[in-house]
Structure formats: C-alpha cells, structure tokens
C-alpha cells in the first residue's frame, strides 16, 4: 500500500477513534506536581484506574463514552508507595490510594462535575463547583464547540483570601479553604433538609466572596444560573492552575 494511502488510512481511523465519545484533555499549570482524582457517577466506568500522577507541565489524554457523567478533582501533597500505590495526600486524598477506584476525594477540594448526555438531551453539561470548598485553581474549557459554549473556571488562588475560620493549613501553610458548608454542617448552609431548595437557601456571605472572586464557578448548591455550562464539544481542556 502506497505510503500516502497508509496514512489517509490511520488518519481516517484517528478521527472516527473520537466520534462515538468525549475526549478529555487534563493538564498540570502548576508549577508543583498534582495527583488528579475522578470519579464516576453510578453506572458508568470510571477512567485511569480513578487516578494518577500529573508532573507540572505535564498532560494526559483520554476517552469517556457518550452520556458520561463524573468528576475530576485535583490533589496536591501526595506521597505513594510506588509499588502498593498506597500513601496519603494533603488535599484531596481518597482513602490514601493513588487510583481512587470509585472512592471519592476528601473536601475541600475543588470539583470539576461533568455530564456528557442523557436520553433526553444531547448537551453537555459541566460545571466548576466551590461547594465542596477549595484546593486548587481549575477550568474546564471546550475545543471545537461553536458559539455559546461556556468556560467553566475558577482560576484564582482562594487560599491566599481564605477566611481564617475555613483555613485547612499543612505546616503553617494554608493549602484549602472548606465552604461554609463543609465548616458549619447545617441544613442552612449546606441548602438540605427545610432548606433544599432555591427559595430557602441563599448564599452565605462566604458564598458571596467566592463568587466575587471566582464567577464561573459554583459558589453554594443553586448558583446554577451563571456556573452551569452548556455545549456540545468533541474535547474538553481541564487546566490544573490556569492562566488567570
């Protein structure tokens, strides 16, 4: 076979490789190594063994099928056997194993949530979600969608604005910053029981702050009206620590 055809032909087989899913591309802005952690929602298989290490400067690439749902979430301060996987990590951490394998990661962290489909919608949604609180920096941003994709992202440090009353500090260092959730558990802040709902649940001036300084982003359970994210895009680009 020709040389020309023998690569028309893997071409042609790369393209139709990212028809029938979602390619995800996460990347590590920062200038420390990070440890991404996903999890998928029940039902669906969850990608890279739930986890894996991502030196700075460094990215993977990888395929979910259509009507994926899960999570990505990034944890820092990691130390693992490399040969048990086991170990432990300052934020983040799923049960101190470098693959999750459907566990999900300690809060506060910062949470990229994500829908690929459902039976009765071909959009995708995705959000970046604070309400778990804050670790690192993210967005979520589509290639290749059209007009009216939106970038999901909240790109700035909320540590070194952190209330001292959510401080999570390792060594004197402040390394995450609970929601006022995480920090009070109650009905009210957390928007549960009497308060689940959008009529009864209003931000809390910890909210407020968040979003002020990260408006893409979910600052309590129903900021849906400006953090949700609609498209329809072929690739994702998740950046650990993006440029703000």
């Known amino acids: 076979m020709p040389t020309s055809l023998v690569i028309f032909f893997f071409y042609i087989l790369y393209t139709l490789s990212f028809t029938d899913g979602t390619q995800l591309i996460i990347v590590n802005n920062c200038k420390e190594n990070i440890w991404p ?3 998928a ?3 669906h298989l969850t990608p890279k063994n739930g986890g894996f ?3 700075s400067g460094e990215e993977v690439v990888f ?3 259509e009507r994926w749902s899960g999570r990505v979430w990034g944890r820092q301060g990691c130390c693992f056997d490399e040969e048990t996987g086991k170990g432990s990590c300052q934020t983040g951490d799923c049960a101190g194993l470098l693959h999750c394998q459907g566990i999900g990661g300690v809060p506060p962290a910062t949470v990229v949530e994500m829908t690929f489909g459902t039976s009765k919608s071909s959009l995708h949604y995705y959000d970046v979600s604070l309400v778990d609180g804050f670790n690192l920096p993210v967005s979520m941003v589509p290639i290749g969608g059209g007009v009216g994709c939106g970038v999901a992202a909240c790109e700035a440090n909320l540590n ?3 209330p001292s009353a959510l401080e999570i500090k390792r ?3 402040v390394v995450a910053c609970k929601s006022a959730c995480l920090a009070a558990k109650t009905d009210r802040y957390c928007c549960t029981g009497v ?4 009529k009864s649940c209003k931000p809390t001036i910890f909210a407020h702050l968040f979003k002020a300084i990260c408006p893409r982003a979910y600052s309590y359970a129903f900021d849906d ?3 949700l994210k609609t498209c329809r895009a072929p690739r994702y680009v998740i950046t650990f620590c993006p440029p703000n």
């Open 53 to 55: 290490h991502l030196y």
């Open 171 to 173: 060594q004197g260092k």
């Open 41 to 43: 929602t029940a039902g």
């Open 160 to 162: 070194v604005c952190c």
């Open 37 to 39: 952690g996903l999890l």
């Open 195 to 198: 308060f689940a709902n959008p």
């Open 63 to 65: 395929e979910v099928p």
């Open 225 to 227: 009206s400006t953090a």
